[in-house]
């Protein structure tokens, strides 16, 4: 099984930056992405990292440490249009369907 | 971009009435999934869909549920006699086994049993 752990809500202000972490547990670890949720929308992806280290793509970031079982999201240059959930999901290694397993995301409140 | 769409958006349905979810996946990928999301909880797996089978599912995905691609096109879930409980959003997926592999969602049906 997997389990898949970041916080409930953040707060940020318009501007500044905020980083969300997501630590998970799993039993055959075959990458780790991020999806971005605005209420009543579908996720829509945001980054995947399955080695280690940072990826960058303008103003998001994620970064995987494997060992430490560790992901992070980096937002920057937070705008309100930001505001919305962030979603942690692992892939598994197990069947031939590769499901992503998400955990409960993170609500991010950019304030002006 | 390529859209995973599904139709309707929204179904309301009674207790115990059968219903049928359509999806049409990007027309080159190989992967297809259930997903849903009751109100403020997370995303939930319910299947995948490989090769005209289903390649695994979850303990959510009872005798109750089942998925078809009775075409090239569509991919469908099929809920038997709905319960209370099954209200959700539902969001169909699918990816093209290549490359980042990223599931590409549809804008989900809300379903609301009565």
């Known amino acids: 099984g997997q389990n898949i752990d970041q916080p409930t809500e953040m707060t940020a202000t318009e501007g500044a930056i905020v980083q969300i972490n997501c630590t998970y547990q799993t039993s055959g670890f075959n990458g780790l992405f991020w999806y971005q949720q605005h209420a009543g929308e579908a996720p829509t992806f945001l980054s995947y990292n399955v080695l280690d280290g940072l990826e960058e793509k303008g103003r998001f970031s994620s970064f995987l440490s494997r060992s430490k079982g560790y992901s992070y999201l980096l937002l920057k240059e937070l705008q309100m249009k930001d505001s919305a959930s962030y979603l942690c999901?692992?892939?598994?290694?197990?069947?031939?369907?590769?499901?992503?397993?998400f955990g409960g995301g993170t609500r991010v409140l950019v304030k002006p | 971009e390529p859209e995973v769409t599904q139709t309707p958006s929204h179904q309301v349905t009674q207790m115990g009435q059968e219903v049928i979810l359509r999806c049409v996946p990007i027309?080159?990928?190989?992967?297809f999934y259930w997903y849903r999301q009751i109100l403020g909880q997370k995303v939930e797996f319910l299947v995948s869909?490989?090769?005209?089978?289903?390649?695994?599912k979850s303990e959510i995905f009872d005798d109750q549920f089942s998925v078809e691609r009775p075409d090239g096109s569509n991919f469908t879930l099929k809920i038997r006699s709905t319960k209370l409980e099954d209200s959700a959003m539902y969001f169909c997926a699918s990816r093209d086994g290549t490359g980042k592999e990223k599931l590409f969602f549809g804008s989900g049906t809300q379903l609301s049993v009565l």
């Open positions: 027309s080159n990928h190989l992967y």
């Open positions: 999901a692992v892939r598994d290694m197990g069947a031939a369907g590769n499901k992503l397993t």
């Open positions: 869909f490989y090769n005209n089978e289903i390649s695994e």
